[in-house]
T-cell receptor, first 110, second 113 residues
Framework: GNSVTQMEGPVTLSEEAFLTINCTYT??????LFWYVQYPGEGLQLLLK?????DKGSNKGFEATYRKETTSFHLEKGSVQVSDSAVYFC?????????FGQGTRLTINP | NAGVTQTPKFRILKIGQSMTLQCTQD?????MYWYRQDPGMGLKLIYY???????DKGEVPNGYNVSRSTTEDFPLRLELAAPSQTSVYFC????????????FGPGTRLTVT
């Protein structure tokens, strides 16, 4: 069935390290893809999105490219900061609702 | 725009009590959702609505009820609270016009003891 698989966490990095969080999906067609971020004690907020194949979403130094060949939408950032510590969720637009991955907890140490 | 608002922020219930979690959005979104998030876990969809008067079950609807009498409001009802319903509850909304990007409320932290 339709699903999203994310890289398992937790992920711990040092400040200024390079970040990749993998996300792959199984779905019919070419759904819109999203990365959401949840900071401690808060609700989810949209980080970036891509609505068609080969689109690149970007925000706050994060990027993700919609790869239809590999059905992937990996999240990357060149130099992470302590303030990036959060839980990150990959999602795609299914029939009338989003399908979320299980979330990846990221901790950045100074 | 206030976006998606939820009340209350925190609540402690005794087993068997009932309560309603309120959710309101002022973005004229047709679609609204209720999720629960258990500690260290992802989101699980409880119920959703594609418009006023229309609701449907998600992954984990047992023990909950919803109604959607207006576009703005989507309350979630717990009739007989159980410890397994201890969780953080998030309401979200979206519309076709914004590519289905969901806007989330701040959450309600519920403890059932």
């Amino acid at each position: 069935g339709n699903s999203v698989t994310q890289m398992e966490g937790p992920v711990t990095l040092s400040e200024e390290a390079f970040l990749t969080i993998n996300c792959t999906y199984t779905a019919t067609g070419y759904p819109s893809l999203f990365w959401y971020v949840q900071y401690p004690g808060e609700g989810l907020q949209l980080l970036l999105k891509a609505t068609k194949a080969d689109d690149k979403g970007s925000n706050k130094g994060f990027e993700a490219t919609y790869r239809k060949e590999t059905t992937s939408f990996h999240l990357e950032k060149g130099s992470v900061q302590v303030s990036d510590s959060a839980v990150y969720f990959c999602a795609y637009q299914g029939a009338q609702k989003l399908v979320f991955g299980q979330g990846t907890r990221l901790t950045i140490n100074p | 725009n206030a976006g998606v608002t939820q009340t209350p922020k925190f609540r402690i219930l005794k087993i068997g009590q009932s309560m309603t979690l309120q959710c309101t959005q002022d973005m004229n979104h047709n679609y609204m959702y209720w999720y629960r998030q258990d500690p260290g876990m992802g989101l699980k969809l409880i119920y959703y609505s594609v418009g006023a008067g229309i609701t449907d079950k998600g992954e984990v609807p047992n023990g909950y009820n919803v109604s959607r009498s207006t576009t703005e409001d989507f309350p979630l009802r717990l009739e007989l609270a159980a410890p397994s319903q201890t969780s953080v509850y998030f309401c979200a909304s979206t519309g076709i016009a914004n590519s289905y990007e969901q806007y989330f409320g701040p959450g309600t932290r519920l403890t059932v003891t």
